[in-house]
């Protein structure tokens, strides 16, 4: 009796486990040079659901739009431009001891970089960088990404399974044989 107490018990532990489902997120890492904002790398990763609770009150501000121009997600973030001063050895004494404790120990760097995870959405178009005095810095096509840009036309990348808003009846695009052998060649390696 106890064997299957135990594969029920491992049963119901791996239903847990698999139930809590990774989401889709953009991987977008930023690079901050002298008050320039450059997008540095970006791509799509699965991870588990993140909490965008804890955002500064101000800093610079990040929106995702989509192809109708509606804002889907937005956050608030800060590059890491504080560094700590290292202590310089006069600082200390003979054993080690620090005898002089300063009142600033900071210094403000001019290039940092940061990796941000920005939820993803199928109709996704654009991110607009804004910086802490609400002008826009950068913008990002995230269109490649996309699978649904609601414009009522089934388009090459969209479906009825992706995108039923413009592929309402399983509709699909005429592909040529050589067309569907690329997309079955593609569709293996994403």
């Known amino acids: 009796m106890k064997p299957i107490k135990f594969i029920v018990f491992f049963i119901l532990c791996s239903a847990i486990v698999f139930a809590q489902q990774n989401k889709l997120y953009y991987s977008l890492t ?16 699965e991870a588990p659901e993140q909490d965008y609770k804890n955002q500064p009150s101000d800093g610079y501000n990040l929106i995702l739009k989509s192809f109708k121009e509606e ?3 937005s956050m608030k973030f ?28 900071e210094k ?3 290039r940092a970089s940061i990796a941000l995870s920005v939820p993803y959405f199928k109709n996704g178009k654009m ?6 005095i609400n002008k826009l810095k950068l913008i990002i096509d995230v269109s490649e990404f996309s699978t649904c840009n609601f414009n009522k ?16 009846f399983a509709e699909t695009i005429k592909l040529s044989w050589w067309q569907k052998i690329i997309t079955f060649i593609k569709n293996l390696f994403e």
């Open 108 to 110: 403000e760097l001019d």
């Open 78 to 105: 800060n590059f890491p431009l504080k560094k700590m001063n290292d202590a310089p050895i006069d600082w200390f004494d003979k054993e080690g001891q620090q005898i002089i404790v300063p009142t600033v120990t």
């Open 153 to 168: 036309i089934c388009d090459f990348k969209e479906s009825h399974e992706l995108c039923p808003e413009d592929c309402p």
């Open 71 to 73: 804002e889907l997600f």
């Open 127 to 132: 991110i607009e960088i804004y910086d802490k």
């Open 30 to 45: 930023l690079e901050y040079t002298k008050g320039e904002i450059l997008k540095k790398d970006m791509f799509l990763i």
